[in-house]
Antibody, heavy 125, light 107 residues
């Protein structure tokens, strides 16, 4: 059974950089059929897609983050990571890592089918 | 960006009711739409992919329909486990976007 687990600091000061890692177990991050993504949810609000990465390093980002987000992959550790620079209170919330399909392999399978449990991030001095 | 608008924002219903949630896209997304269920303190769960495909393990009382700009999620007979918030998400084009959510609560 595929499992994803986020890890990170929980509390970050304004203007600093958030770093989160998602560890994938029960399957390979080097699957040609899948991308790996980050989604966040401010307290009491809806979901926002941050970006996604393929095992080769190919990435897609939400322009709303204004280039503050950087997603990377480490296939040797079966992990992918998110760095978010210059954080503000508006970046507080739960950050999820999740898997979705590869449009080249199966355009239908593009929903996020496996999710981590979520990591709560608070931006505060 | 493609805007996704769900209605209603909140829906009060009873066990056994037929429930329908609507999701409208600001431009055509063909059938590239997913539906999720989220309960408090937990990650969203994929219910429907490609507008009408039922994800493995999801009860058959859930169904999706629509194409283009208008989509619906229907729960044929609401069960106690179904009280939750539901989100639609388009994956027609980047950036992928979600609806604002529909909370289904107990009448």
């Amino acid at each position: 059974q595929l499992q994803l687990q986020e890890s990170g600091p929980g509390l970050v000061k304004p203007s600093e950089t958030l770093s989160l890692t998602c560890t994938v177990s029960g399957g390979s991050i080097s699957s040609s059929s899948h991308f790996w993504g980050w989604i966040r949810q401010p307290p009491g609000k809806g979901l926002e897609w941050i970006g996604s990465i393929y095992y080769s390093g190919n990435t897609y980002y939400n322009p709303s983050l204004k280039s503050r987000a950087i997603i990377s992959v480490d296939t040797s550790k079966n992990q992918f990571s998110l760095k978010l620079t210059s954080v503000t209170a508006a970046d507080s919330g739960v950050y999820y890592c999740a898997r979705h399909g590869n449009v080249v392999v199966d355009p239908a399978a593009m929903g996020f089918d496996y999710w981590g449990q979520g990591a709560l991030l608070t931006v505060s001095s | 960006d493609i805007q996704m608008t769900q209605s209603p924002s909140t829906l009060s219903a009873s066990v056994g009711d037929r429930v329908t949630i609507t999701c409208r896209a600001s431009q055509s997304i063909s059938s590239w739409l997913a539906w999720y269920q989220q309960k408090p303190g937990t990650a969203p769960k994929l219910l429907i992919y490609k507008a009408s495909g039922l994800e493995s393990g999801v009860p058959s009382r859930f169904s999706g329909s629509g194409s283009g700009t208008e989509f619906t999620l229907t729960i044929s007979s609401l069960q106690p486990d179904d009280f939750a918030t539901y989100y639609c998400q388009q994956y027609n084009s980047y950036p992928w976007t979600f609806g604002q959510g529909t909370k289904v609560d107990i009448k």
